[in-house]
């Protein structure tokens, strides 16, 4: 047997397979094993994480933290299984938890079960509140530009973002969506689905040429090739960073194209929530959301506050197919990268739903000084100046990794 000898001198019992460590049955009572220090009964010998547990053995896991455990397992107590279901729920598709804090300083989570009707619901209102809350459809904007890879997560943008667009009583920003061609040829399907999509919901798609990025980064092969030569070498963690700098850069000559300073990005809960895990750890500023400004551009990100489950969700209802998983580049295989930071961020969100509200309010009502921003001789692109970075070379930090091997034409 296994127990939790919390701080009040109570000993609760926990469940655990013969055979399991000792990290494995605390982290599924909803314990952490940082949290405790673990004693065999027979010989009181301290116990490591990794150590297996057998029936025969009695085992006391010592709460060395002075919180009140039990009180926030309590929180976790359907999926923990401390309290049996009342009753099936089949028909529903999702469940939705919301964690509070009531005025006390308690905390409580909220659940609701959804079916997908409800889902759909859902995240179009939620989707309706960020985009009236934080204005992101401004009266000056006659054309909001909307990068489209034809993924659950800008396809979902283009339904909630065009029919959000019809519902303004007074001002209707035309939507252009720009499909970059930077790995799948324009006959992929990919591409085809973008395009559907984009005629289904009455939006322009234009398409935008592999060659946008050579002409704008001024490179010597296409920027497909490159980012797999960049694999090879000893800065290939910065490959997926080149990709998507190089993607937005090309996205925003699209918008200078049809005259739009404003650029929506599908990116969700769990993307935004995973660069804040970034900015804590290398002390980047991010910038606020889910609209910030960049330069001459105004990105917006309505999705904000809908995590990627809930979305692919609402992408399967909304468009009658599930959605198909793309196999990703090589270097989106890299767990040092940012994967880390997306697999700690979906942590978070089951550990605290809710937290990105949380978050990003923190987040906007932080004092910072008025951004400052560089132009790169080279892509033209908008650098903001970070606190304590290298002295500014004129070139952005994508441009300063290109030129290093050679990549960019004089």
């Keep these: 047997m296994l127990f939790l000898l919390d701080r009040r001198g109570g000993l609760n019992a926990l469940d655990h397979a013969s055979g399991e460590t000792l990290a494995q049955a605390l982290l599924k009572a909803g314990v952490p094993p940082t949290s405790v220090v673990a004693f065999r009964n027979d010989d009181e010998r301290i116990i490591p994480d990794d150590e297996r547990l057998h029936e025969a053995i009695t085992y006391t896991a010592r709460l060395i933290e002075g919180y009140d455990i039990n009180g926030v397992r309590t929180l976790f107590q359907d999926e923990l299984g401390i309290r049996e279901e009342p009753s099936a729920h089949e028909s529903h598709t999702l469940l939705k938890r919301r964690l509070a804090v009531d005025p006390t300083g308690a905390l409580h989570t909220e659940r609701s ?4 009707d409800d889902t759909v619901t859902h995240v179009q209102r939620t989707v309706g509140d960020t985009i009236r809350r934080y204005g992101l459809l401004l009266p000056s904007d006659k054309t909001i530009v909307l990068g489209l890879s034809g993924g659950v997560d800008s396809g979902s943008l283009l339904m909630l973002l065009a029919t959000a667009a019809k519902e303004q009583a007074e001002h209707r920003p035309r939507i252009v969506a720009g499909t970059f061609e930077d790995f799948d040829s324009r006959y992929s399907e990919t591409f085809s689905n973008a395009a559907a999509l984009a005629e289904r919901f009455g939006v322009d798609h234009r398409f935008i040429p592999a060659e946008t990025a050579e002409h704008v980064f001024h490179l010597a ?5 490159l980012l ?3 694999m090879e070498t000893d800065d290939a963690h910065m490959a997926m960073y080149v990709d998507h700098h190089s993607t937005r850069r090309v996205l925003e000559v699209f918008a200078d194209e049809n005259d739009s300073p404003t ?3 599908g990116l969700h809960a769990t993307d935004l929530v995973a660069g804040m895990v970034n900015s804590w750890t290398s002390g980047h500023d991010v910038g606020p959301v889910p609209s910030r400004q960049v ?3 105004r990105y917006v990100m309505p999705l904000c506050m809908i995590p990627k489950r809930e979305l692919h969700v609402y992408y399967t209802a909304v468009t009658g197919t599930v959605p198909d998983q793309t196999v990703p580049n090589q270097w989106e295989f890299n767990p040092t990268d940012r994967n880390f ?12 739903p809710g937290i990105q509200h949380w978050l990003f309010a923190a987040l906007n009502s932080r004092p910072r ?13 908008s650098a903001r100046v970070q606190f304590n970075a290298p002295t500014w070379s004129g070139l952005c930090d994508v441009c ?10 004089a």
């Design 341 to 352: 930071h997306y697999f700690l961020a979906d942590h978070l969100q089951w550990l605290w």
């Design 228 to 230: 797999m030569r960049l």
């Design 221 to 225: 092969r296409p920027i497909a090739q």
């Design 263 to 265: 650029v929506a990005l």
């Design 113 to 116: 079960r959804f079916d997908v």
């Design 295 to 297: 330069g001459p551009y």
């Design 400 to 409: 300063v990794l290109l030129d290093k091997y050679g990549w960019i034409i």
């Design 369 to 381: 000084t008025p951004a400052v921003f560089e132009t790169c001789q080279n892509c033209r692109g």
